[in-house]
């Protein structure tokens, strides 16, 4: 089992009150609360705070976990003997394997047990003698990264989960799941999914957890993607801005002829109606061209001419406005 | 191999029944009935208002929310009028979000 510093991660000293766990805990969870921070790796560090502050801010749970010693962080650890014994009250036995959990899913088993009111005869620490007690599995959260093409036309992805559960033996386990699951075309980032029964399974009856599934879209090299629309970058040269011109535009279905009007001015949005990303329900995204006149960066000696010959012949003055 | 294993949006257009979210939550009817009194959560068709939540249907993006909630709850001891104020606050902050990214989307890369 890897250690991790509980205090460390609270920022208190081992010495630190209640109150100050309190007080460190409510700082921190306001910094790196997935749901609320925009820091890097928030749900990481959240996850390590929230176990931190179960276990410190619970006077037996802290007094087991001080009873670990002192580590380093991340450093491989086995609890000293007759720890399981004196503090798991018959939940696990010493010398059962504990490689499997983490530190963490330790701690919490620990206070699910004196939830439960502790003290079930082993096999079956969860659920005391005669008793028909059941309960639902956890459910899971993961991250689904789909490229913007796995998301126009649907996909499968497998998903390794690792999930804590109640082996048949009552104690807690690490399970591992390889779920394969097919992603509906119109799926976009930030969407969310959810799976029912594919979470942790129940215990003794109870319900298997669900899935909750969110997608992520990795950038893509020429569209950018906003809810279901599309938007691509369009240059064009100041020919074709002036006279018009019919060109093709790559789309996710390949290329389209459009036609661009007489006039046309750099900023424009030209939509393409229902080229974007499909809807799981309803119509699809457009794909919008943001257009850009291009310059010419070395003008042949005839462009210069020819511009220059514009310029003299030019009747509009696009800064009558700032007279 | 199994059959993959298909998957349901949580959106608007998908409905639940308004007791769903007790269990993908983990919150007590009781808080779930508060949130319902900030106005949080309500029936997706409006002939059902006169029903009692436990018989309403509610979109499954509800099912999100009702998460977030819970979260709130447990990782800040938030009660319901707390929750029902971030809850409001992080739609504007997703909403103001969302717009600014479209915004952008709309501003051409400088070419090479």
Same mark, same amino acid.
Request: glycine share 10%; charged share 25%.
């Given at each position: 089992?890897?250690?991790?510093?509980?205090?460390? %991660?609270?920022?208190?000293?081992?010495?630190?009150?209640?109150?100050?766990?309190?007080?460190?805990?409510?700082?921190?969870?306001?910094?790196?609360?997935?749901?609320? *921070?925009?820091?890097?790796?928030?749900?990481?560090?959240?996850?390590?705070?929230?176990?931190?502050?179960? +276990? !410190?801010?619970?006077?037996?749970?802290?007094?087991?976990?001080?009873?670990? &010693?002192?580590?380093?962080?991340?450093?491989?650890?086995?609890?000293?003997?007759?720890?399981?014994?004196?503090?798991?009250?018959?939940?696990?036995?010493?010398?059962?394997?504990?490689?499997?959990?983490?530190?963490?899913?330790?701690?919490?088993?620990?206070?699910?047990?004196?939830?439960?009111?502790?003290?079930?005869?082993?096999?079956?620490?969860?659920? =005391?003698?005669?008793?028909?007690?059941?309960?639902?599995?956890?459910?899971?959260?993961?991250?689904?990264?789909? +490229?913007?093409?796995? %998301?126009?036309? =649907?996909?499968?992805?497998?998903?390794?989960?690792?999930?804590?559960?109640?082996?048949?033996?009552?104690?807690?386990?690490?399970?591992?799941?390889?779920?394969?699951?097919?992603?509906?075309? =119109?799926?976009?980032e930030g969407? @969310?999914?959810?799976?029912?029964?594919?979470?942790?399974?129940?215990?003794?009856?109870?319900?298997?957890?669900?899935?909750?599934?969110?997608?992520?879209i990795?950038p893509h090299?020429?569209f950018r993607l906003s809810g279901?629309d599309l938007y691509l970058d369009?240059?064009?040269?100041?020919?074709?801005?002036?006279? =018009?011109?019919?060109?093709?535009?790559?789309?996710?279905?390949?290329?389209?002829?459009?036609?661009? @009007?007489?006039?046309?001015?750099?900023g424009?949005k !030209?939509?393409?109606? &229902?080229?974007?990303? #499909?809807?799981?329900?309803?119509?699809?995204?457009?794909?919008y061209?943001i257009? *850009?006149?291009?310059?010419? +960066?070395? #003008?042949?000696?005839?462009? @210069?001419?020819?511009? +220059?010959?514009?310029?003299?012949?030019?009747?509009?003055?696009?800064?009558?406005? !700032?007279? | 191999?199994?059959?993959?294993?298909?998957?349901?949006?949580?959106?608007?257009?998908?409905?639940? #029944?308004?007791?769903?979210?007790?269990?993908?939550? &983990?919150?007590?009817?009781?808080?779930?009935?508060?949130?319902?009194?900030?106005?949080?959560?309500?029936?997706?068709?409006?002939?059902?208002?006169?029903?009692?939540?436990?018989?309403?249907?509610?979109?499954?993006?509800?099912?999100?929310?009702?998460?977030?909630?819970?979260? !709130?709850?447990?990782?800040? &001891?938030?009660?319901?009028?707390?929750?029902?104020?971030?809850?409001?606050?992080?739609?504007?902050?997703?909403a103001l979000e969302r717009q600014l990214h479209e915004l952008q989307c709309q501003l051409p890369r400088q070419?090479?």
């Amino acid at each position: 089992m890897k250690y991790i510093d509980y205090y460390a %991660a609270l920022e208190v000293d081992h010495n630190a009150s209640e109150a100050d766990v309190k007080k460190a805990y409510r700082r921190l969870a306001r910094k790196y609360h997935p749901d609320v *921070s925009k820091e890097k790796d928030a749900e990481e560090k959240f996850k390590v705070i929230a176990e931190a502050y179960q +276990t !410190l801010s619970d006077k037996e749970k802290r007094a087991a976990y001080d009873q670990l &010693g002192s580590h380093r962080s991340g450093e491989d650890f086995r609890p000293p003997p007759g720890w399981e014994s004196r503090f798991s009250q018959g939940g696990m036995s010493d010398g059962v394997d504990l490689g499997g959990i983490d530190l963490g899913d330790l701690f919490e088993a620990l206070g699910r047990q004196r939830a439960r009111g502790g003290a079930g005869p082993r096999p079956h620490a969860f659920a =005391g003698e005669g008793e028909t007690f059941s309960m639902p599995g956890q459910d899971f959260e993961a991250t689904a990264q789909l +490229t913007l093409e796995d %998301a126009f036309h =649907g996909t499968e992805v497998n998903l390794d989960l690792t999930i804590p559960d109640i082996g048949p033996d009552g104690n807690l386990r690490q399970a591992h799941r390889n779920v394969r699951v097919r992603i509906p075309k =119109g799926a976009t980032e930030g969407q @969310r999914l959810r799976v029912p029964g594919k979470g942790g399974a129940g215990f003794n009856g109870g319900p298997s957890g669900a899935l909750y599934l969110n997608i992520r879209i990795a950038p893509h090299a020429r569209f950018r993607l906003s809810g279901h629309d599309l938007y691509l970058d369009l240059p064009i040269t100041p020919a074709e801005a002036v006279l =018009g011109a019919k060109i093709e535009v790559p789309t996710m279905e390949g290329r389209v002829a459009l036609n661009i @009007r007489p006039g046309t001015r750099s900023g424009h949005k !030209l939509r393409m109606g &229902g080229k974007g990303l #499909p809807q799981p329900r309803g119509t699809p995204g457009d794909l919008y061209c943001i257009i *850009s006149i291009v310059t010419p +960066t070395a #003008p042949s000696d005839k462009e @210069r001419a020819l511009y +220059t010959e514009l310029a003299a012949a030019a009747h509009e003055d696009p800064r009558a406005h !700032l007279a | 191999m199994t059959d993959p294993v298909e998957l349901h949006f949580l959106d608007d257009d998908t409905l639940v #029944p308004f007791t769903d979210l007790l269990g993908a939550s &983990g919150l007590a009817m009781e808080l779930l009935i508060q949130l319902v009194e900030h106005g949080i959560f309500e029936p997706a068709h409006p002939s059902e208002r006169g029903l009692v939540p436990a018989q309403w249907r509610v979109s499954s993006h509800a099912l999100f929310v009702a998460r977030r909630a819970s979260r !709130l709850h447990v990782d800040f &001891g938030l009660d319901a009028a707390g929750i029902a104020l971030a809850l409001s606050l992080m739609d504007r902050i997703d909403a103001l979000e969302r717009q600014l990214h479209e915004l952008q989307c709309q501003l051409p890369r400088q070419p090479r």
